[in-house]
């Protein structure tokens, strides 16, 4: 470790990186289940349709099968929004998407259970089905939910300030319909999850690949009509997420329903197939926006509609619909903002959070609409930006706040690294730079499940041996947060961070974490971390006065030393201080907590929890490109991208989440889809769904801001999502400048670009003729 | 009574697993992948797709990058393969071990054994790879946390340090 004593900040490696390079670190799928059963689900087979029969006499009579559980095994709905919980964890009556759970086996090996899983006959009595919003829209359509009219889960309608004056006020009015494809998250271990119910004492314990432990807890109780306190959760290492596992899953509660079913341990691992069924991602969204600029560039209005297809459940969808309205806000001064979202139901599978969640679509079609305008009106891309610069403090229009505002210096960063000034307009043809901004907040400051508790509580034990262990609930899927949390408390007492060990996610020891969701860790984990440490520093502090007989206002600690004033002369070891602190009271926890303030919490408008946050971080990069005109195939050759993070706590794993999200922007904006025939998906693999490979990954120079944020653990903010929705923008900017194309659809496939090139050539043809008609 | 489905049959595989020789009977079509973590008890090397798509899985075989997902135990008889478990040597990390540890190479690191193997292979037949060499090497293992810019990093690192 290179960290000693004052001075944590820095580059640190993971703290459990060690793990990771030597093999050891244990994931779901490698805890040890010698003695478990194999868990496998049926799927329905139809995207629509009414069950008629469902018969698991034929499983269950299977030598080797130990328990099967379907629908009637569980009345109960799960959900991750309180208000739209419409799921069940296998289907009961009607199934709505192909690769549903209808019924699930847990039998002695795998090939027994997929015999048994082959057994179960099903009979579905088809509907109607929906792939695209606006046939689940149109008038006389078949409801997927009987209580949501015209298969909408929710509509949004806000206007915060004077649209129409802004829009009679602008110079150039320009409107733009602009759609992006379904992504995924692809994180690249398939989820897994191993449940053991003791029947015995009717406890369960359930370890998961989840980024939500604590919410999955409260689904496991609901959906088993276990007492909470029954429950054990515990997050091994996890595979990544970038949102695929901040809501709790079906196959996981099914695990739990087939466990208690069988009284025992369960090892359930989807296949990658299975994996992309349950889905959660991005939504396709189809966007229709409209701005309004002066002459010099300034913004007056916006108006945006996004139709959201949502797929066949509830699940975050509502918080998506209103994050994409409420993130048009925060990052520009707009004076007048007028959005219509539509969440629609359909018979796919159902989307979820994704990094970037709500913001990166609609902030792609913004960022598009404005180079264009700026085109238009023979003004800099940089330039315009610069005209709608926002100064913090101040609140938006639907009344976010922001504290720290670094976007004009991430501009100025990466103008001059790429050489902007100089090089746009002089690359040859084919070849184009492109620039955009983007946004996203350090933690939802109103929790989803809003229990009136602090926001974040992090404990911190010392005991005999000296040694710190920090407990948090806080999930760390890859992000880092378990370092995060290592320097917090070492930087804040002074002590080496050798002597930190962390303990994470386990319901049975560790503090409850709403979890790895809408970039909180650092900010809220962080500060409650600081606080638990500034505690245990008081006590520490107190004790070594004592022993030094000096008032503990005196005692400084440094470099795990406790001396009376800075040059003093009497000085006591950390392990001294502890031992004295120890014969006072015993073994020490204490306990630190974070808390966002009522006015951090957003408007009183419906929805206008969404989108709040105690800090906002900002970014801005630049793309070039080269784009072959005769194959449509698009290059990136070379990023820049610069993140206001507010202060860089541990600037190593900042650069390595800027990378991340910056090159996960790429594949949204390169290669990425999910596609569908008649509901089935066909992209269903890693060679169908198509994650850039490192051959056709770039460099990314990364530029660090920071701001310094007055809230913030150290002065940061988050750094793992804010870049991320620059890139696409970014992306089809620069290639408009390389072809003088406008590319209207994401993914930027070489069939799109093809067709943006022909659709050119035929405007440029009508005007040429429109000019030589007499 | 019903009667068994035909299971198939049993080899005596012998192969040496991290320097050391050993015997075990395995099923005809069992993956190495599935002895290498059920078998050895090795659960370093990890399972990603449903075959051959992401890399995650894989290993040495005779010095060879290998994905052990779509490769038969039984072919493996008399190879030397390597995992992950055994690239430590007396309680040192190797040297790609140290780079992606010390450079964030590995994220999440779900991928990071199946990528430091491959790039193992690399650095043993071209212990000067160019950035490019080091894109082609290991075009066949998927990660979804670096953007690779640090796996980069980290393999050009391993090369400039000393074996």
Known sequence: MTANGHGSLGRVPLIDGIDKVSGRARYTADLDHADALVGRILRSPVA???????????????????????????????GVLPVAMNEYPMARGRVRYRGEPVAAVAAIDAETAERAIALIELEVRE??????????????????????????????????????????????????????????????????????????????????????????????????GLEESRIRVIKPFVGGGFGARVEVLNFEIITALLARAATGKVMMQLTREETFLTH????????????????????????????????????????TILYAGALLHGIYAIPAVKYDGYRVYANLPPCGAMRGHGSVNTRHAFECLLDRMARELGLDP???????????????????????????????????????????????????????????????????????????????RLDFDGGLTALTGAADIGQGSSTMVAIAVAETLGVSLDRIRVVAGDSAITPKDNGAYSSRITFMVGNAAIDAAKNLRAILVEAAARKLEADPGDIECAGETFRVGAGGQASLSFSEVAKAALVDRGPITVSGTFTCPPEAQGGKHRGGAVGSTMGFSYAAQVVEVSVDEATGLVTVDKVWAALDCGRAINPLAVEGQIEGSVWMGMGQALSEETRYLDGLPAHASLLEYRVPTIAESPPIEVHVVESHDPYGPFGAKEASEGALAGFPPALVNAIANAIGADLDELPATPDRVLLALVEKRRQARRATARKAAP | MQIEAARPGKILLRLKLNGRWREDAV??????????????????????????ECGACTVLVDGEAVPSCITLAVRCAGCSVETIEGLAQQGRLNRLQHAFHEKLGTQCGFCTPGMILAAEALLRRNPTPSDDQIREALSGNLCRCTGYVKIIESVRSAAEAPP
């Open chain 1, 48 to 78: 629509h349709g009414d069950i008629v029969r469902l018969d698991v006499a034929k499983a269950r009579a299977l030598p080797g099968v130990v328990a099967v559980v379907t629908g009637d095994d569980c009345a109960l709905t799960y």
């Open chain 1, 127 to 224: 509907l109607p089905a929906y792939f695209v919003s606006a046939q689940a829209r149109a008038a006389g359509a078949v409801l997927l939910h009987d209580n949501k009219p015209g298969n909408l889960e929710r509509e949004v309608h806000h206007t915060f300030g004077d649209v129409a004056a802004g829009f009679a006020e602008a110079y150039l009015v320009r409107e733009e319909r602009i759609s992006c494809a379904e992504i995924n998250h692809a994180q690249i271990e398939p989820h897994a999850c191993l449940a053991d119910y003791d029947p015995l004492t009717g406890r369960l314990t359930v370890q998961s690949v989840s980024q939500v432990g604590y919410y999955l807890h409260l689904m496991l109780a609901r959906c088993l």
């Open chain 1, 280 to 319: 959660r991602a991005r939504p396709q969204t189809d966007m229709r926006l409209k701005l309004g600029l002066t002459r010099d560039g300034r913004i007056t209005a916006c108006e945006c509609e996004a139709v959201q297809r949502g797929g066949a459940y509830a699940g975050y969808g509502i918080v």
């Open chain 1, 382 to 460: 940089f330039a315009v930006r610069r005209a709608n610069l926002l100064t913090a403090p101040t609140r938006t229009p639907n009344d976010l706040m922001i504290n720290s505002y670094g976007l004009g210096e991430c501009l100025d960063r990466v103008e001059r690294a790429s050489g902007w000034a100089r090089r746009i307009g002089t690359l040859p043809r084919g070849k184009g730079l492109g620039m955009a901004c983007s946004h996203y907040v350090s933690g939802a400051a109103k929790p989803i499940h809003w229990t009136g508790e602090p926001h974040a509580t992090v404990n911190v």
């Open chain 2, 27 to 52: 099923a005809e079509n069992q993956l190495l992948v599935d002895y290498i973590r059920e078998v050895a008890r090795l659960t370093g090397v990890k399972s990603g797709c449903d075959g051959g």
